[in-house]
């Protein structure tokens, strides 16, 4: 499962002070074309690893993976990793997917838009 950090309130002129870092999943429903993301808050970060001093810098936009054991989010480069403790309130927000510009009937199955072609079927669309 992979995450992005994204800075809320943090480096963007004219924001508040107190801002945080949150990391962002974000993943289609199976059967309604809509989007789900969940946000986790950062409450601690640390570099781990044979060489911490590569690990990557805390930047917005960083894709980060979620490790099982551990509940935490980590991003990996050179030898190190930057290891991010988060807290999740609970929340989630959806988006609607819209569906693709087509001639042809479309429907959305398993988390994707499909067409239907007269030759092959359903396809992806």
């Not at 946000?39 to 640390?46: D, I, L, P, Q, S």
């Not at 609970?90 to 398993?110: D, H, K, M, N, Q």
Request: net charge positive; glycine share 12%.
């Amino acid at each position: 499962m992979n995450g992005t950090l994204r800075a809320v309130g943090l480096a963007k002129p004219g924001a508040p002070h107190g801002g945080q870092w949150v990391v962002k999943h974000s993943y289609p429903l199976q059967d309604e074309p809509i989007m789900r993301t969940i946000a986790w808050r950062v409450t601690g970060v640390r570099r781990a690893g044979t060489s911490p001093a590569f690990a990557p810098e805390m930047r917005d936009g960083l894709v980060v993976e979620y490790t099982s054991g551990e509940g935490n989010w980590q991003a990996y480069a050179g030898g190190g990793y930057l290891v991010l403790a988060t807290e999740h309130d609970g929340t989630a927000t959806e988006a609607p997917i819209p569906a693709p510009r087509c001639r042809v009937e479309t429907r959305y199955r398993s988390g994707r838009w499909e067409k239907c072609l007269t030759a092959r079927g359903w396809i992806a669309a």
